[in-house]
C-alpha cells in the first residue's frame, strides 16, 4: 500500500533470508499480523514490486549473525530482482557485523546523495571498511546492476556553486567481467543433499573483479575460521 501511494526510490531490507537448495528457491522472511515468520519467495517479492517505476535500488541487508543459506538466498533474490527490471540491487555475500553494516549504508547512502552513481557510492562504502590489518570486508558488499545509469540523486548546482564532480578517483580502477548467458553446474556428486550438483540456466551477466592481497585473504581466513571454502560452497564451484 505504501508502494501504491508514495514515489519510493530505494526499499531497505533489514531481516532474514531463506533458501531451499533442492529447489533453488529462495527469498526473505516477513512477518504476518500474527507476529509469526512469514515466507515471501523471490516471485512474490517481484510482484510486489512489480510496475513501480520510481524504485531505483533495493539494499538487502542480513541480520547480524545470518547463516551461509542466507547469504546465498539474499544473493539469489537479488539477481532475480535485477533480472526482473530493478535497475540496482546491493546485497551482503559475507557476514558482517552490525557496526560495520552501519558504516557501510551511511557512507554507501552519503555517496548518492552526493551525486555518486551506485558503483562509485559502493567503492566509497568499501575504502570505509578498508581495514590493512583486519579482515577484508570490504568485499562483503556485491552490486547487482544490469542499468547503464545508477544515479539516484542529481545534485542541484546554483550559478556560484561549483561544478559538481560525479566520480572522484578511486585507489584502482574498478573492473568487471561478463559472463555469458547458458548452463552453469553448481554443486558436487559426492556433497551434501544442499550442495549436490546440478544445473541452472543464467543469463549474461557482469561480475565485479577486485584485486586481494594475500594478506588480507590470509586475515579473512583467520577472521572467519568457520566460514572455510568447503563449507561455504566456494569448493564446489567449477571456474
Not at 1 to 25: E, M, P, S, T, Y
Not at 181 to 191: E, I, Q, R, T
Request: aromatic share 10%; hydrophobic share 45%.
Amino acid at each position: 500500500a505504501h508502494l501504491r501511494r508514495k514515489n519510493v526510490h530505494v526499499l531497505h531490507f533489514i531481516g532474514h533470508g531463506w533458501f531451499d537448495g533442492a529447489g533453488a528457491q529462495s527469498g526473505l522472511v516477513f512477518e504476518n499480523e500474527q507476529q509469526q515468520a512469514l515466507l515471501i519467495t523471490e516471485e512474490q517479492l517481484g510482484v510486489l514490486l512489480d510496475d513501480h517505476a520510481a524504485l531505483r535500488l533495493v539494499f538487502l541487508s542480513a541480520c547480524e549473525g545470518a547463516r551461509v543459506d542466507e547469504r546465498d538466498a539474499f544473493q539469489g533474490t537479488a539477481q532475480y530482482l535485477v533480472r526482473l527490471g530493478v535497475p540496482a540491487v546491493l546485497a551482503m555475500q559475507f557476514v558482517i557485523s552490525a557496526a560495520r553494516a552501519g558504516i557501510l549504508s551511511r557512507e554507501f547512502y552519503r555517496a548518492l546523495a552526493d551525486g555518486y552513481a551506485a558503483e562509485a557510492a559502493v567503492t566509497e562504502a568499501r575504502k570505509a571498511l578498508f581495514d590493512p590489518a583486519g579482515a577484508p570486508e570490504w568485499m562483503t558488499p556485491v552490486l547487482f546492476t544490469r542499468a547503464d545509469d545508477t544515479r539516484l540523486v542529481v545534485p542541484v548546482s546554483t550559478p556560484d556553486a561549483p561544478p559538481v564532480i560525479e566520480t572522484p578517483p578511486l585507489p584502482f580502477e574498478p573492473e568487471t567481467v561478463a559472463v555469458p548467458a547458458g548452463p552453469f553446474v553448481m554443486g558436487s556428486s559426492d556433497a551434501s543433499p544442499e550442495w549436490r550438483q546440478h544445473t541452472v540456466e543464467l543469463d549474461a551477466f557482469h561480475m565485479g573483479k577486485y584485486p586481494v592481497t594475500n594478506e588480507q585473504y590470509a586475515a579473512f581466513v583467520r577472521e572467519h575460521r568457520d566460514n572455510r571454502p568447503r563449507q561455504s560452497g566456494w569448493f564446489f564451484t567449477t571456474p
